[in-house]
């Protein structure tokens, strides 16, 4: 199967400037469209109780929720890179938002749990496509310079989408009940569906050429697959998205109020401070990286460290009840690792070239949300094993698992980012720029490779001429 990718267009007198007010504002459209799907992918983590009660089932079905909705978001990962490359982000954002809201309209009249799962399926599904076309809207819009900030402030959209899903939504469900409040999200998301056909354009140039050639998808995915750099920003979004999104989703306010016993009003503050952390910290990161890009490789480490550590000592704590103060160092260093797993996203792109970029996209997004999938039924299914207490033990047990994946992740990465520590720049090369040189042989320049029309034609070189001893005088040529 082929299918054409999105190149960029060649220069026109009314395009428009990269990093100007108009990609300012498309990105800006674009990045609320996150913010609303970031909203609906962790509003269940506070209506988790409300959803038991309302459902009567268990902590394992319960987990079908969030495993449903992370799976599709999963499995369409690869595929949604493909359809941004193809369609443009504006038709995927447009469709996105739409899937979003009939999903929401479904699990907002769901009386029956399997009307309750179709309806997160569907919010998975049109989450699937935000994040990525979002990135590739930052990529068309804006210098590669600014890559690592816009997808760092990206991230930061979603942060504030997650403090919309906390304390505002649990004071909706508790003054206006279960149907009117996911019906207003509903609402919302499909009122944000005209803004974005209406606003967003897919690049600056007034029309979009598509490659003459026709890439097998195939191919392009393998390719994708054999770099390097892509392999480390998998292990990297594994390692440091999956923790937070576990706590977020689904597992936060139930272990912060049942596990350890905090108050319902302090646990929602907590979660929704330590929401707000990567508005500082992914910012600061994607500045970090886009002036020293050697520093990457140090930065995801270091917090990959910090995260086995407070994550090793939760579950290793004896009984299991954390003071209060370290429970929230928990969440919080959690929380950083996932502004810093944007990071990810950069060491893709520089892997790979541009009519790639939403396929690398969607490859480096299955590393972390397989690890949130897999953590958050693995954490059910014990607690379920465990009994169903929810006591502070049973969370232990039921957090082992995404610990281990931690740990192991943190390993992985340390070995594969250990090389670029020692590399040091190439002749001519300065400190402070870019170098993809051991991320990937393949060019990932955004300009073609093309002759400037004024340039001389090629021209054979003259043979060399025998050369002559010194001193020796040379003979005049008759003229013709």
Known sequence: MNVAVLSPPRPQSSSHPLGGRRAWSVWGVGA??????????????????????????????????????????????????????????????GAALLCMALGETLFAFAASLPLAVLGRGLVGLGDAF??????????????????????????????????????????????????????????????????????????????????????????????????????????????????????????????????????????????????????????????????????????????????????????TWPGGHLPVAFAVVLVLVSAVGSAASMLAFDLARDANPPSRGGIASGVVNIGGFSAAMSASLSAGTLLDAAGGTYDAPSFQLAFAPITCMIVIGTVRLTLLLRPWRRLRPAPGERTGERAARPLSPAPTTHTPATRPPSAAPHRKPHPTRPHRPAGRARSPRPRC
């Open 130 to 315: 935000t994040f990525i076309s979002v990135v590739r809207l930052a990529a068309s819009w804006f210098p590669r310079r600014r890559f690592a900030v816009l997808t760092a402030l990206t991230a930061m959209t979603g942060s504030l989408g997650q403090v919309g899903g906390t304390v505002p939504l649990s004071a909706a469900l508790r003054s206006f009940g279960w149907t009117p409040t996911f019906l207003g999200t509903a609402v919302l998301s499909a009122a944000l569906a005209i803004v974005v056909w209406w606003w967003i354009a897919d690049h600056p140039a007034p029309a979009m050429e598509r490659s003459s050639a026709a890439n097998p998808i195939l191919a392009d995915l393998r390719e994708v697959v054999r770099q390097r750099g892509t392999r480390t920003a998998v292990w990297a979004h594994f390692t440091l998205m999956s923790a937070f999104m576990v706590l977020a989703t689904l597992w936060g306010y139930p272990y912060l109020v049942k596990g350890l016993g905090m108050g319902a009003g302090p646990a929602r503050l907590t979660l929704t401070l330590t929401a707000a952390a990567p508005l500082v910290v992914a910012p600061a990161f994607g500045w970090l990286a886009g002036r020293r890009p050697q520093l990457r490789g140090r930065l995801i480490v270091s917090v990959a460290a910090a995260l086995a550590v407070v994550w090793v000592t939760a579950v």
């Open 32 to 93: 609320l469209v996150y913010l609303v799907a970031f909203f609906h992918r962790t509003s269940l983590g506070v209506a988790a109780l409300a959803a038991q009660q309302r459902f009567g089932v268990g902590a394992t079905a319960l987990s079908s929720f969030a495993i449903l909705q992370l799976g599709v978001y999963l499995v369409m990962q690869v595929p949604s890179g493909i359809m941004a490359d193809r369609f443009g982000p504006r038709r995927m954002l």
